[in-house]
């Protein structure tokens, strides 16, 4: 088992190995004295892990309870957040409790806002069963719900108590959802680690899959003990996504965000002016692990999208560019020059071809 630690307003531990999950209760004991839990989970992943984790949690000591809501994005609301609640309430949770999010993205960022403002706050764990989750968002402490106006517009910076993460679940994903979260992986390598982006370009990394949630965070432990807030460099981890952000708006949120994120990298790299080389290369990595280079959203569509991203500031956004593989720059944009900027991105990856 990996252990990284997170230094942040709460330290903790991002536990990676095999069979964890049906530890899980165990390792959080040793964090958290046995209280009083709700396990919140999508109706998918109650049905594969619920019992398994619940029987983990009350194996260790814990009252362990159970909530599952309708799975996809579509339920990351204020609704569901609301059906979270009052089960937590209704189960007589206290601040002393616990909410363990067992889950991918939608599930970690609900549950873990549930437990932001649930009497001011109590503690969370994260036991993430999708690569995406795992390489990002179990990580750091965003939570949020998504809102009519904008997606996570209305959230909370809380970090979680543990990260407890079963490397089996992961192997055990359908194709769709590893690629998904090597979008997020790629994202890494192109911003930090040209080593992971390399053994991305093989598409053959599932036998090192601890390896691959390692090195991001690792990278993002980094990252968030500097800038926890996201005033700053943090930024650096929305690689990809004001391009993916548009690209999901536009499909209706259809596209899997891990997809319009790898779009979306390959995007800004074409928009920095990358050698055609990198731009290949990244295409290539993309492809080989399943992912798509290129969706059928026009320019001016897609700015007006991106308009919608909160990491929009006033008339300004903070554009993530590539530099070359393993660096990246913040660079802000005008949003009055967005049109231009999709205009050619799409132009140059419609130039080579990618
Ligand atoms: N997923 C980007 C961040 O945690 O800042």
């Not at 989750?133 to 949020?144: E, R």
């Not at 909370?156 to 590893?178: I, K, N, Y």
Request: with cysteine; glycine share 10%.
């Amino acid at each position: 088992m990996r252990t990284i630690h997170i230094t942040a307003s709460t330290n903790y531990d991002v536990l990676i190995g095999t069979g964890l999950i049906d530890k899980s209760g165990e390792l959080t004991a040793k964090v958290v004295k046995p209280c009083r839990c709700m396990i919140v989970a999508d109706d998918t992943v109650d049905e594969l892990y619920g019992d398994r984790v619940q029987i983990s949690f009350s194996y260790a000591g814990f009252d362990a309870r159970r909530f599952a809501f309708p799975a996809g994005e579509a339920s990351k609301n204020l609704d569901t957040l609301g059906d979270i609640l009052t089960a937590m309430g209704e189960a007589g949770l206290s601040r002393s409790d616990l909410v363990v999010a067992l889950g991918g993205g939608v599930t970690g960022d609900m549950a873990g806002f549930a437990a932001a403002i649930y009497a001011r706050g109590i503690r969370f764990v994260q036991v993430p069963t999708t690569l995406l989750a795992a390489v990002d968002s179990s990580v750091g402490g965003k939570t949020a719900v998504d809102m009519p106006f904008g997606k996570n517009m209305v959230g909370a910076f809380h970090q979680p108590s543990l990260v407890v993460t079963d490397t089996d679940v992961l192997r055990d994903l359908p194709a769709e959802q590893l690629s998904n979260g090597a979008a997020e992986a790629v994202k890494c390598g192109v911003l930090n680690d040209p080593e992971l982006f390399a053994l991305l370009e093989t598409g053959d990394w599932q036998g090192r899959v601890d390896e691959v949630v390692a090195r991001c965070v690792t990278y993002k432990r980094d990252v968030v003990a500097r800038d926890e807030f996201d005033t700053g460099e943090r930024a650096l981890l929305n690689l990809g996504h004001t391009f993916g952000h548009a690209i999901e708006v536009c499909s209706n949120l259809t596209v899997l965000h891990g997809q319009a994120v790898g779009a979306g990298t390959l995007m800004a790299a074409a928009y920095a002016g990358c050698p055609e080389a990198m731009l290949r290369r990244v295409s290539d990595c993309l492809k080989a692990n399943g992912l798509p280079t290129r969706f059928p959203y026009p320019a001016p569509a897609l700015a007006r999208a991106a308009l919608s991203d909160k990491k929009r500031a006033g008339g300004v956004i903070t554009l993530v560019l590539p530099l070359e593989i393993g660096r990246c720059e913040l660079q802000k944009l005008p949003v009055d020059q967005l049109p231009a900027c999709f205009e050619k991105a799409l132009n140059v990856l419609e130039a080579l071809d990618l």
